[in-house]
């Protein structure tokens, strides 16, 4: 499984605050989203997702489920249930080159998890 050290709801919160990761639902056209991550209560953990990874035998017609491999961060659409998945490594990277303003901590004291 890949390596999400330091991930946290509030770089959660700040990722999807950003107004160039928002967006209207292609399905319903409202832009109301909701993260569908959630910490674990009374631990720092984060109950994510992933996606399972197939091998998959086309002589055989078989498929074999190896694991997770992808770990995604699901976001719903409050209106009609449109679900997006964004990947960990990106919304990590993105976290590392834009670092937190000091001015612009109103997103990290948020409990919501509304977009
Ligand atoms: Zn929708």
Redesign the pocket.
Request: aromatic fraction near 8%; charge should be neutral; hydrophobic fraction near 10%.
């Given at each position: 499984m890949a390596e999400i050290k330091n991930l946290s709801i509030p770089d959660l919160v700040r990722f999807f605050s950003n107004p160039n990761h928002d967006g209207v639902?292609?399905?319903?056209?409202?832009d109301e989203w909701t993260v569908n991550s959630y910490e674990n209560q009374g631990s720092n953990e984060i109950l994510i997702n992933t996606l399972p990874q197939v091998r998959y035998d086309s002589d055989k017609n078989t498929a074999a489920i190896l694991g997770a491999s992808h770990v995604v961060v699901p976001v719903e659409?409050?209106?009609?249930?449109?679900t997006r998945l964004h990947g960990v490594r990106r919304i990590l990277s993105w976290l590392e080159n834009n670092p937190e303003q000091e001015n612009s901590d109103d997103a990290e004291k948020s409990d919501s998890k509304d977009l």
């Open positions: 639902c292609p399905v319903c056209g409202k659409c409050d209106n009609c249930g449109y």
